[in-house]
T-cell receptor
């Protein structure tokens, strides 16, 4: 079973539609992140959360919002999708303690906005 | 500013050794990570360095020089399944919070 689960795995939507991507984890980690990946640009941080009541903007938060409903759940919303939000989206978690705490990624959501 | 550079693409032969370099500039260095990512899949953690020197994990080793802002990932006895992208990431404590900053990745092709 995946420790970090993203739904849906693939989604095609139209410009202007609202869409939510969901992420849940069973790792017991406090910290959760949303990244997008575009060819040639690497992983870019959208939002991150270190606790249920903590939400922080990343490098490219415009056009996105998030909700940390519980320690195990972190969802990403696109209020009005646009074509340049077509990308591969990854949710990730990390432990809050310990210097050697890598990111653990979900399997990704491939989003296409037409 | 923050910047991570790694080669875009490399090619090597099955059974050979390949070294993937990464240079970085950050304001609050707090560790360097290497990830492997097969096409369309999630990145998976390979190695971590926070002190200077070499960390060895089976066929994979990673080296760090903090004074030079330099790391490399060494893959020995290459196998076809090692064809993937390799991502260099730095954890940075700029502005008081830890963030992971990724390079654009090096796509490695292993040829028979």
């Amino acid at each position: 079973d995946a420790d970090v689960t993203q739904t849906p795995r693939n989604r095609i939507t139209k410009t202007g539609k609202r869409i939510m991507l969901e992420c849940s984890q069973t790792k017991g980690h406090d910290r959760m992140y949303w990244y997008r990946q575009d060819p040639g640009l690497g992983l870019q941080l959208i939002y991150y959360s270190f606790d249920v009541k903590d939400i922080n903007k990343g490098e490219i938060s415009d056009g996105y919002s998030v909700s940390r409903q519980a320690q195990a759940k972190f969802s990403l919303s696109l209020e009005s999708a646009i074509p340049n939000q077509t990308a591969l989206y990854f949710c990730a978690t990390s432990a809050s303690q310990g210097a050697n705490s890598p990111l653990h990624f979900g399997n990704g959501t491939r989003l296409t906005v037409t | 500013g923050q910047n991570i550079d790694q080669p875009t693409e490399m090619t090597a032969t099955e059974g050979a050794i390949v070294q993937i370099n990464c240079t970085y500039q950050t304001s609050g260095f707090n560790g360097l990570f290497w990830y492997q990512q097969h096409a369309g899949e999630a990145p998976t953690f390979l190695s971590y360095n926070v002190l200077d020197g070499l960390e060895e994990k089976g066929r994979f080793s990673s080296f760090l020089s903090r004074s030079k802002g330099y790391s490399y990932l060494l893959l020995k006895e290459l196998q076809m399944k090692d064809s993937a992208s390799y991502l260099c990431a730095v954890r940075d404590k700029g502005s008081g919070t830890y963030k992971y900053i990724f390079g654009t990745g090096t796509r490695l092709k292993v040829l028979a």
